[in-house]
């Protein structure tokens, strides 16, 4: 069964300084690849996604993230960390398209901190 | 584009009381997904939808809780009796595969408080 792993549980970094977050997959071929945002009280928010082509891809807020498939990962970057960055981040796989409509595999999140 | 609607955004019931969340997928979403989130358990996928047909319920924690889609913009979750391990942040989520493939989109969730 495919599983994601985000080996870290909560990460402190100060303002501008950079940011990885790391994220491992099981699965049994390329997936759909996602990070996804939560800030307090509020819902999950679409950061990137990987589907196909290009191995690094960029979103929002100044976010990158590039799927390595060699090392089942899918990494999270951020050059220089905002206060506002502060919040928790999912990392997610999903199916390929013709494997149906079935439901995304979340990571457990990591927890940022931004200190200044 | 209105985004995912939940309510309501915070629910304070009693133990053995009934409790019904409410969610709207955005308009044209054919596919719909119920999330609980706890500290403890992260984030766990109840149950989905498609086409308003329930697909796979087997993260339902017990029989104590149901789902029903009766048509494609409305979605509620019942809790029936409610009991204090289940106060948690239930999140409703839409997609449409076949429009902006396998992207979910998020509701703000409803924070369920049981006492």
């Known amino acids: 069964a495919q599983s994601v792993t985000q080996p870290d549980i909560h990460i402190t970094v100060s303002e501008g300084a950079s940011l990885e977050l790391r994220c491992n997959y099981s699965?049994?071929?390329?997936?759909?690849l996602f990070w996804y945002v939560q800030s307090p009280g509020q819902g999950l928010q679409l950061l990137l996604k990987y589907f196909s082509g290009d191995t690094l891809v960029q979103g929002i807020k100044g976010f990158e993230a590039e799927f390595k498939r060699s090392q089942s990962s899918f990494n999270l970057r951020k050059p220089s960390v905002h206060w506002s960055d502060a919040a928790e981040y999912f990392c997610?796989?999903?199916?390929?398209?013709?494997?149906?409509?079935?439901?995304?595999?979340f990571g457990k999140g990591t927890r940022l901190s931004v200190i200044a | 584009d209105a985004g995912v609607i939940q309510s309501p955004r915070h629910e304070v019931t009693e133990m053995g009381q009934e409790v019904t969340l409410r969610c709207k997928p955005i308009?044209?979403?054919?596919?719909l997904f119920w999330y609980r989130q706890t500290m403890m358990r992260g984030l766990e996928l109840l149950i989905y939808f498609n086409n308003n047909v329930p697909i796979d319920d087997s993260g339902m924690p017990e029989d104590r809780f149901s789902a029903k889609m009766p048509n494609a913009s409305f979605s509620t979750l019942k809790i029936q009796p409610s009991e204090p391990r289940d106060s948690a942040v239930y999140f409703c989520?839409?997609?449409?595969?076949?429009?902006?493939?396998?992207?979910?989109?998020f509701g703000n969730g409803t924070r369920l408080t049981v006492t």
């Open positions: 997610a796989v999903g199916p390929f398209a013709n494997s149906g409509n079935t439901p995304l595999v």
């Open positions: 699965y049994g071929a390329t997936p759909y």
């Open positions: 308009s044209g979403h054919n596919s």
């Open positions: 989520a839409s997609r449409n595969p076949g429009r902006g493939g396998m992207t979910l989109h």
